[in-house]
């Protein structure tokens, strides 16, 4: 059983909208800090989204501010992240992952699901 399961993604045109989520299998432990990171083809998985797992400040990559926002229910350790005004340039695979620390960069993380697809196509 994968301990992590990102849905909601999907093939949507230019100007639409998604809401992935990211809910676990299993607790979660040790991990201070959610991103939601994104990996096209032929690219370097980036993250766009970040944020405690206990909720509050969020910081987002300036491809996506003010068009993506991350949001979770505590009581279920489910992440969501609303994507609006979509572009081709947001088409990539979406996975959540899971640190200790603030941080960008992808060793930081542990990435436990499989990932859910985003096409976003004009």
């Known amino acids: 059983q994968v301990p992590m399961v990102e849905s909601g993604g999907g093939s949507v045109q230019t100007g639409g909208s998604l809401k992935l989520t990211c809910e676990p299998n299993r607790p979660i432990y040790n991990s201070n800090y959610m991103a939601w990171f994104r990996q096209a083809p032929g690219k370097a998985r980036e993250a766009v989204a970040i944020?405690?797992?206990?909720?509050?400040?969020?910081s987002y990559d300036s491809s996506v501010q003010g068009r993506f926002t991350m949001f979770e229910d505590t009581a279920k350790d489910t992440f969501y992240l609303q994507m609006t005004d979509l572009k081709a340039e947001d088409t990539a695979m979406y996975f959540c992952g899971f640190g200790r620390f603030f941080s960008r960069k992808i060793e930081d993380f542990n990435f436990w699901g499989q990932g859910t697809q985003v096409t976003v196509s004009t």
């Open positions: 944020s405690s797992t206990l909720g509050g400040h969020k």
